[in-house]
């Protein structure tokens, strides 16, 4: 990423309209601005739609938030979103997990048996583009993970995905604090 331009058009909130302007007002009326990759995917109100409305089925879905947002991490880091991981980083923080554990995560690790073995399976569908092996499964179910939480870890990766890669095409400028170096 880039302090400068994005690469693409930016649709900012005073010049949206139609269903762009609509989406802008719940946007600000839950966080209290339009992130940079909304006004981004917002070229094509429905691109910006479906990452809003993946992002509300992943919300109601078998994953805890925590959960939720270690899976964004670990596909932000795989993938190498600046954007992103600063996003999950302000994301972890309000799912209660603290900077050092955050850093571990980054790092692909943590304390908690189930949250690393959530790593480990998040790490491996990445890696093998969904081919995970029978021992794979295995290792997930064996602390307490559904196929119902398998299924809704791939919904993650899915709209992880869809922003990391947008991020790299936008170029998009970072609008909110950059995570912590990693040591």
């Known amino acids: ?20 302007a609509a989406i802008y007002g719940q946007v600000k009326s839950r ?19 479906a990452y809003l409305a993946l992002d509300r089925f992943i919300s109601d879905g078998s994953l805890t938030p925590a959960e939720q947002q270690v899976v964004r991490m670990v596909a932000s880091v795989h993938n190498e979103c600046t954007y992103c991981v600063a996003a999950h980083t302000l994301g972890l923080k309000g799912a ?30 990445l890696s093998t583009k969904g081919f995970v092996s029978n021992d794979d499964l295995a290792a997930v179910r064996s602390v307490g993970y559904t196929d119902q939480n398998i299924a809704d870890i791939t919904v993650v990766i899915a709209q992880k995905t869809l922003s990391n890669y947008f991020n790299h095409i936008h170029d998009t400028v970072l609008d909110l604090p950059a995570a912590p170096g990693l040591d």
């Open 96 to 125: 209660g997990v603290d900077d050092a554990a955050i850093l571990d995560i980054r790092r692909g690790t943590s304390d908690d048996a189930k949250l690393q073995a959530l790593i480990v399976f998040t790490q491996e569908i």
């Open 1 to 20: 990423m880039t302090t400068q331009s994005p690469r693409l058009q930016s649709i900012e909130p005073e010049t949206a309209t139609g269903k762009t």
């Open 31 to 49: 966080m209290s601005m339009v992130p940079n990759l909304y006004k981004g995917l917002a070229n094509s109100p429905q691109a910006l739609e």
